[in-house]
């Protein structure tokens, strides 16, 4: 399996952006279905973001479209998440994860491997 491990985090006004970067060990990076969730405090765990092996298809949850943009490198073994115009009740704690599924997911029961989470604190 990929391990994961994310960066980027980190206390912003609203209305500031911040861009998450999630960087993958292993060859095969470039054939999984990539994603990003989120947990706030007392909270399930929800999708965000997912992107597929080539980045042509992506999909992006309600409340952060036009606001938020998931992207990969295949090159680097790396995904990012480009969060612009951030509210506060984008404040959470950020995971990428990675999936085996040949197409984009939400479910998190389709994603195997995760990282340890980034802290996004939106002030208001």
């Known amino acids: 399996q990929v391990q994961l491990v994310e960066s980027g985090g980190g206390l912003v006004q609203a209305g500031g952006s911040l861009r998450l970067s999630c960087a993958a060990s292993?060859?095969?990076?470039?054939?999984?279905?990539m994603g990003w969730f989120r947990q706030a405090p007392g909270k399930e765990r929800e999708f965000v973001a997912a992107?597929?092996?080539?980045?042509?298809?992506?999909y992006h949850t309600e409340s952060v479209k036009g606001r938020f943009t998931i992207s990969r490198d295949n090159a680097k073994n790396m995904v990012y998440l480009q969060m612009n115009s951030l509210k506060p009740e984008d404040t959470a704690v950020y995971y990428c994860?990675?999936?085996?599924?040949?197409?984009?997911?939400?479910?998190?029961?389709?994603?195997?491997?995760w990282g340890q989470g980034t802290q996004v604190t939106v002030s208001s």
């Open positions: 992107i597929n092996w080539s980045g042509s298809s992506t």
């Open positions: 292993g060859r095969t990076f470039s054939s999984y279905v």
């Open positions: 994860a990675a999936s085996y599924k040949g197409a984009v997911s939400v479910r998190l029961s389709e994603y195997v491997s």
